[in-house]
């Protein structure tokens, strides 16, 4: 018997692992496997910032299996505008957890990652290598250097407990569930919501910055996938890059064109230049995760980018969006 408990479990990546599990065929290599007890875990539960929170949290499901999603989140801005506060929340979440995880036994664990904490000057693509290499960029360096820690850790547990921890580095990720508030979001879920508005309100759709830069986006539910996978077959403390390949980049400026032809948006649409773009372009290397999974199909991109937007027109008024009637 096994009890998986997913940290942050009502977030974009926790709802679509429950997803995968709920709809995969039991039994089935993404399916729930007899004898499975998955738990996704909500901040309403508990706190993970504070240490006594955390063991109750433990305490109350007793995993033996943890992905662990929790994290304080946020888009380019936020994290320029906070940087203490992403640091510290962030170093707490995730020493409670491991240390907790530690000291009831868990038997394994998987913590998630962000292409975040790799160095800000460093030979393109990213693998598995590189995370230690320099500084991460300015404008995320407080939630980087709390991510990049939990690697520190998982080899500190693993030489001095022989834990099996590990972790894994998803690149950018959207999909159903994503947090849609102007003021925190990503960046597909914020140009989502800021293009829904424009057409509700007849305005213009203004994208911060020149639409140039290049990201590898990856599907919520496809990442379920992988975490899936991980979690059954991946049994090295060495953190995994789980993404899309390098020749999948796209354009903020595709991502833009994409969403206006999803949102089927006639009005007014431009990039405002004035505002940052944040890093050019950060491609990451999926070799190790293809050489050892073998087979896997990723859900075209204007695929899954149409099946979000679907989602977030059909539960608008649930969705995570913040202030709704401001562009």
Not at 231 to 240: G, I, M
Not at 275 to 290: C, E, I, M, T, V
């Amino acid at each position: 018997m096994s009890v998986i408990l997913v940290t942050g479990g009502t977030g974009l990546v926790g709802k679509a692992i429950q997803h995968v599990i709920e709809t995969e065929l039991e039994g089935s290599r993404f399916g729930k496997k007899p004898g499975e007890t998955w738990v996704f875990a909500s901040s309403k539960e508990g706190d993970l910032r504070d240490a006594e929170q955390a063991r109750k949290l433990f305490e109350k499901y007793k995993p033996t299996h943890v992905i662990h999603l929790a994290a304080l989140v946020g888009g380019l801005f936020a994290n320029m505008k906070y940087k203490l506060t992403f640091y510290r929340d962030n170093t707490l979440i995730n020493d409670n957890v491991l240390y907790t995880s530690h000291i009831t036994g868990v038997k394994k664990l998987i913590s998630c990652l962000s292409t975040c904490v790799y160095p800000d000057k460093v030979e393109y693509p990213l693998d598995e290598t590189k995370i230690h290499l320099g500084l991460p960029h300015e404008s995320n360096f407080g939630y980087a250097h709390a991510k990049r820690m939990v690697d520190v850790a998982n080899h500190a547990y693993k030489d001095q407990f022989g834990s099996n921890f590990t972790s894994a580095i998803p690149t950018n990720i959207f999909g159903p569930h994503d947090n849609y508030d102007l003021e925190s979001a990503h960046v597909i879920p914020a140009l989502v919501h800021k293009c829904y508005l424009a057409k509700k309100n007849g305005t213009p759709f203004i994208i911060g910055g020149t639409g140039k830069p290049l990201r590898q986006f990856i599907y919520s539910r496809d990442l379920a996938k992988l975490f899936i996978w991980q979690l059954r077959e991946y049994d090295d403390v060495e953190p995994l890059i789980l993404s899309v390949g390098e020749d999948e980049e796209v354009s903020i400026k595709q991502v833009a064109d994409a969403i206006v032809k999803a949102l089927d948006f006639k009005g007014e649409y431009a990039f405002d230049p004035s505002r940052a773009d944040g890093q050019f372009r950060k491609p990451a290397s999926n070799k190790k995760l293809l050489s050892l999974i073998g087979d896997f199909e990723f859900t075209p991109f204007e695929q899954a980018l149409d099946e979000s937007v679907k989602w977030f027109l059909e539960n608008y008024d649930a969705a995570r969006t913040g202030k709704k009637n401001v562009v």
